[in-house]
């Protein structure tokens, strides 16, 4: 794993490739960002997916609370090291994070922030969190962000509902380290 490498490749480039199914990954392939959210699978065909995007140099970061027939966890992580040419995981939970780190996986911790009781919980699981990278969706929310980054200087992704040129400005503006997006248009800018 090449943590530092990641992170100098999203610096040069704050557009992350979030792909959720095989036209996204046909897309991907075509493209020369270089970092990858994999936000879909089974545990039958993610070695294929992630070495599709290793041959094409790709930073591949697997959310391993999406692959189907993996149950998130410290065993989801290790199959994800072991079987697959994965960079990274994706996971929602802050002990599945922490394993992940534990094998040397860049690990990414992401939080839907719906409602003040979930931006609330977010702020508590900040304190313990050891990440690489966090990700909030929906990361139309500059306010929040801004927030976020006030309490933890680990590098914030904005997820979520990017469509345009203003929601990554906005989110860049208000101190995102990098955008997520599906949004093909977004990938080109």
Request: proline share 3%; with cysteine; glycine share 6%.
């Amino acid at each position: 794993m090449h943590k530092q490498e990641i992170i100098e490749e999203i610096e040069r480039c704050p557009v992350i490739m979030a792909i959720k199914d095989n036209k996204d990954l046909k897309e991907c392939l075509k493209s020369d960002l270089k970092v990858v959210f994999v936000l879909f699978g089974n545990i039958n065909n993610i070695s294929y997916i992630v070495e599709k995007l290793k041959d094409h140099n790709k930073y591949v970061i697997v959310h391993g609370d999406l692959i189907e027939g993996l149950k998130s966890g410290p065993l989801s992580n290790e199959f994800i090291k072991a079987q697959t040419k994965a960079d990274g995981i994706i996971t929602t939970k802050a002990s599945t994070a922490l394993n992940a780190k534990k094998l040397g996986l860049f690990t990414v911790l992401r939080f839907f922030i719906l409602d003040s009781l979930s931006f609330e919980s977010m702020k508590s699981t900040l304190k313990s969190t050891n990440a690489d990278l966090i990700e909030i969706l929906p990361g139309i929310m500059p306010k929040v962000i801004k927030q976020v980054g006030k309490r933890t200087a680990i590098p914030i992704v904005a997820g979520g509902l990017i469509r345009d040129k203003e929601d990554v400005m906005d989110a860049i503006n208000a101190n995102a380290f990098a955008i997520s997006s599906s949004n093909y248009d977004v990938w080109k800018m």
